[in-house]
Every structure is written in structure tokens, then in C-alpha cells.
């Protein structure tokens, strides 16, 4: 989950950017990252091959995503488990991908021509350029596990669902971007969206304030995250999986005395399946699947398009939504319903707008560059 945020928050305002630089490169595709043997080229592909292909990654993709948020409900409020330590879930899910990157690490070295991983080694100077972010990055996943603990997995998409409109006033107030009217159009039916769906929630008697406040808060730290990450990412040569490596690194340190503070040392101390194989397969798994989600992301957005892969999690946070009250067995109003609609439907048209505005520009960028380029060259003895 986690991840999932740390890369959408980046994909959702540069997924014009990104179809665009591969129109304009000849459709080139992004190095590989995990795969082991390269695969085959796009152009190679017949066109069942490459249905295959995309139906198999979105799959995986709506897999492990899904999959993420029911597991991480049952570890944080499961009252089978009876677990009240949302920040020890946090900080081992850290541990777990820390673990990963350096076993990946060695295994690209041992066996280049299976895994493509970069070569991580410890620089404690590159621990200190990224720690802005990695505070951020804390508060981030901090507050999405303290939402998804106090509220339902139906209400998670509307009660996290403010990112968009935090990244049009963070790109406002500290970028100095505007905003066209369409996009904020599109924001308003979002906020319209969430303040319906809590008043439904809070008629149906579920709503949690404190889990309404933490995914406010959620939504503001997964909005500076893509800002931080922005800046923070020429420290690690640009490379998404390093910037992984060691924002989890500094997570891991800055969750200790978190841990102390809210005394869940003392609470996991007292936990009375602490030592059950289930208990830790389940935390182990998550770890896993939040590592994966960045993985897979990439994955979905080289074989589709940044454009698509934002239709495909706003379908998947639908499908999601649909699960949860049919697994939970939950009862929902018309008007709770229309609240997701609003704010899938919003955040979809704001991914559009945005599209269609940054290709116009890079439209208009290129004509200018085509006219600067047909310009003759004036000799230097022409006289004026």
C-alpha cells in the first residue's frame, strides 16, 4: 500500500509527461528492473501476445493491490488478532522491503542475467539528502494504516480520496503552478464526493473521525511525498529502487522511538500469538506485497501507459470498494454509493484534463522549436 502511494502520487502528475517523452523517442520502453532474461521486444509481439501480456500485469497488478489493503485490514483491526500496534505493522513492513532490496542486490551480482537490480551500498551522506522525504514518507504510511485501522476497507478510496486536490494546492502554494478552471472543476467534485460519503457513513453510524482525520492527513503527506521524491531523486542517480532502498532504511531508524513513544514495545512484549507462525507469515506477506506493489506499478505503466494505468486503479479502487461490502457483508446506501462515484469519477477527469493540457502544451513546444528550427540563418555581415 505504501508503495502503491509513493509511486501513483508521482504517476498521477507526470503521466502526460511520460506518454509523451515515448511518442517522442519512438515508443522506447524504460530499462528493465527485475526481470531476469529481457524480454521480448514490444515490436515482436504478435497482438494476442501482447493482450496476454497486459491482461497478465493488470491482473497481478489488481492482485496485489487488493490483496495489500485486506491483508493489512487484518493485521491492524482484526479482533481475531486483537493486535494494537499499527506502527510495529509499519516499521516491520519497512524491514521487510530493506531485507529485499539487499537480497536483490547481491542476487544481480551473482546472477546478472536473472535479476537486474542496482549494486546498493550504504552512503550515509545519501541517507542525509533523503531524509526530508523519508519524514514525509513516515507520516505517509503512518497515517494510511492509521485510516485503514479506524475505518472500513469500503470507505478507504473516499476517505484517502483528497490527494488530487492536495497536489493542485501544494503546486499552488509551494510550486507557484496554476491550475486550469476544468481541473479545479474536477477537484470540487471530489471534495463533493468525500464530504458525502462521510455524512453517509456517519449515518450509517460506522464513521470514525479519527480515521476521517488520519486519511486527510494521508492525503497530504502522499502529495509532498511526490514533491520530495521530485527533488530527492538526482541524489540516487534518478533510480526509483535505490530511493526505495534507503527512504526504508531511514524509516526503519525514525520508527524505533515512535515505537518507545506510543508503547507498542510494551504491547507487542504482551501479544499472545507473538509467537505464532500464522501471526508472522501474515506480516511477512504484506511486507512482500509492498514491496511488490512498486514493482508491479512500473510494471503496468511499461506495458500500458501512464494514462492507463490510472484508469486501471481507479477500476481496481471501484472493484475494491464492491468486494469490501460484499466480503464485510455491509449495507449501503444510493446516496453512499453516488459518493464513490463522485470521487472515482472526479479523480478520472482530473487525470484526463491534465493529460490533454500538458500535450497541448508539448504540442505548441514542438511547433515553436519546428518554426525557431525553419528560421534561415542570418549572415553576420547582413545589414539590417
Known sequence: MKRQQMVNGIVKETAAKSSMASSSNG????????????????????????????????????????????????????????????????????????????????????APSLVSFPILRFDYKITREVLPLSVVFVGM???????????GVAFY?????????????????????????????????IISGFILGVDQEGNSGVL??????????????VSLNAIFTKKVLPSVDNNLWKLMFYNNVNA???????????GEIIVIR????????????????????GFMIGFITGLQIKVTSPLTHNISGTAKACAQTIMAVMYFREYKTSLWWLSNALVLGG??????VRRTEM??????????RAAEDAKPLRSPNSVV
Open 27 to 110: 515508443g522506447a520502453r524504460s530499462s528493465r528492473v527485475l526481470p531476469g532474461p529481457s524480454a521480448p521486444q514490444e515490436g515482436s509481439l504478435s497482438l494476442t501476445q501482447k493482450f496476454i501480456q497486459i491482461t497478465l500485469v493488470v491482473t497481478a497488478y489488481w492482485t496485489v493491490s487488493i490483496s495489500m489493503v485486506f491483508i493489512n485490514k487484518y493485521l491492524l483491526s482484526s479482533p481475531d488478532l486483537k493486535l494494537d500496534a499499527p506502527l510495529f505493522v509499519t516499521f516491520y513492513q519497512c524491514s521487510v522491503t530493506v531485507l529485499l532490496c539487499l537480497f536483490l542486490s547481491v542476487l544481480s551480482r551473482v
Open 141 to 151: 504510511i503512518t497515517f494510511n494504516n492509521l485510516c485503514l485501522k479506524n475505518v
Open 157 to 189: 478510496t473516499v476517505g484517502r480520496s483528497l490527494t488530487t486536490v492536495f497536489n493542485v494546492i501544494l503546486s499552488y502554494t509551494i510550486l507557484k503552478q496554476t491550475t486550469s478552471i476544468k481541473a479545479i472543476v474536477c477537484c470540487t467534485i
Open 208 to 221: 470514525s473521525y479519527m480515521g476521517v482525520i488520519y486519511g486527510i492527513l494521508a492525503s497530504l503527506c
Open 252 to 262: 526503519v531508524v525514525l520508527f524505533l522511538p515512535l515505537l518507545l513513544l506510543n
Open 270 to 289: 504482551d501479544f499472545d500469538k507473538l509467537y505464532t507462525f500464522h501471526f508472522w507469515m501474515m506480516m511477512t506477506v504484506s511486507g512482500v506485497f
Open 347 to 352: 479523480s478520472g477527469g482530473y487525470t484526463h
Open 359 to 368: 500535450q497541448r502544451q508539448h504540442d505548441e513546444n514542438v511547433k515553436a
